[in-house]
């Protein structure tokens, strides 16, 4: 009985398991829709954050002339992207230094003038500075060989002490100059332009109101009554264009009005705010016998060098007059006209045309 009932056991057991040889039924095939790739929604983009440029370098005032650019971005950026503009633009070699270092060695730096870089890429914030490279001081002025060197100061300064503190240090150093000063500010300085004719300069024709005479709007009236109503001593026929804004009509008009167009051979460059160090080396470089320099009255540099310009000047064999009778070697040097030594044939205020009363024919403003 209990060799049956064992028996029985097993086969309700192997009634309830599947045969191990069974094949289970294919289960069903549901379709799953799958929309084409072209329709599909594109995944939101996800914000770049531009890269940065943490350091450059030249920076600042008397950089070498031979100084590198150097760039770095604080991450590699795609090359090919980066865009870097010299303005004005300049020979060099650029070249990546590695993959986050851009540098560039020109052939030469400008001395003495403003250089502006400007650094831009599609994943970059844009940078922009400037920087000035140094004017090398020569170890002697040109030979001067007892020629002058004419000094020229222009335009006229906010504060009287200016003006009136240059008069002084010329003085002081025995040079005798000429100014241009426009007519409006030597109007309201009656007792400078007297005290600097009585000390030996002379004060000149800058127009009245410092205009460039050549800009379009500019009419024959107005460019006329301009240099009409510009200052003047009294003897000074010397006329000097504001921006060297000249051409054919301006030097018509004041030859009518009985002036000669008086420039300049050396920019000091004191009118950009450049370092003491570079207007005094660019002066005494570029000094020659009967060479025009151009100042401002306003410049500190230019005030700050007197002293020192003058001593090598002089020693470099310099007269620092206007006055051809100071200079027993004078004579015209390049850029000079033969009249510029004349400056006591200009015809008096009462026979210059003057502006009607009303400002009418003289353009726009």
């Given at each position: ?13 192997a ?6 040889s ?6 069903a ?23 940065r440029?943490i ?71 844009p ?27 222009d ?10 503190r ?11 100059a ?53 200052a ?8 000097r264009?504001p ?17 000669e167009?008086?420039?300049w ?33 306003h ?8 002293p ?10 310099y007269?620092?007059s ?23 044939d ?20």
């Open positions: 009985m209990r060799g049956l009932g064992r028996v029985l056991g097993l086969l309700a057991i009634a309830v398991l599947p045969q191990a069974a094949r289970p039924e294919p289960a095939v549901v379709p799953v829709a799958v929309a084409p790739l072209a329709e599909a929604a594109a995944p939101p983009a996800l914000p770049i954050e531009p890269a440029v350091d450059v370098a030249p920076i600042g005032e008397r950089v070498p002339l031979d100084s590198p650019l150097v760039v770095r971005f604080e991450r590699p950026v795609r090359r090919d992207a980066v865009r870097v503009e010299l303005v004005p633009e300049l020979e060099g070699e650029a070249s990546w230094l590695d993959d986050t270092t851009w540098s560039f060695v020109p052939k030469r730096w400008r001395q003495g003038r403003r250089q502006e870089v400007k650094v831009s890429a599609p994943d970059l914030d940078v922009a500075w400037t920087f000035r490279a140094r004017v090398p001081m020569p170890l002697a002025a040109p030979p001067g060989e007892g020629s002058r060197l004419i000094l020229t100061f335009d006229g300064p906010n504060d009287r002490r200016q003006a009136d240059l008069l002084d240090r010329l003085n002081e150093l025995g040079i005798r000429l100014f241009f000063p426009s007519g409006r500010w030597a109007a309201t300085r009656a007792d400078w332009v007297e005290r600097a004719k009585r000390e030996g300069h002379r004060v000149c024709n800058h127009t009245l109101s410092h205009v460039n005479l050549t800009a379009a709007w500019m009419t024959e009236a107005r460019i006329r009554d301009e240099i009409a109503r510009g003047g001593d009294g003897e000074c026929r010397l006329f264009p921006l060297m804004g000249v051409d054919a009509r301006v030097e018509r008009i004041a030859k009518e009005l009985g002036y167009v008086y420039l051979d050396v920019d000091s460059r004191d009118w950009e705010g450049a370092p003491a160090e570079d207007v005094l080396a660019t002066v005494v470089g570029r000094a020659g016998p009967e060479r025009v320099v151009l100042f401002h009255i410049a500190d540099a230019t005030f700050q060098i007197l020192p310009l003058a001593a090598k000047l002089r020693e470099a064999g007269v620092l206007w006055d051809p009778a100071d200079a027993p070697n004078a004579r015209v040097g390049a850029g000079g006209r033969p009249e510029w030594g004349a400056l006591s200009r015809p008096s205020d009462a026979e210059l045309p003057q502006a009607d009363a009303d400002g009418s024919g003289l353009g726009p403003p």
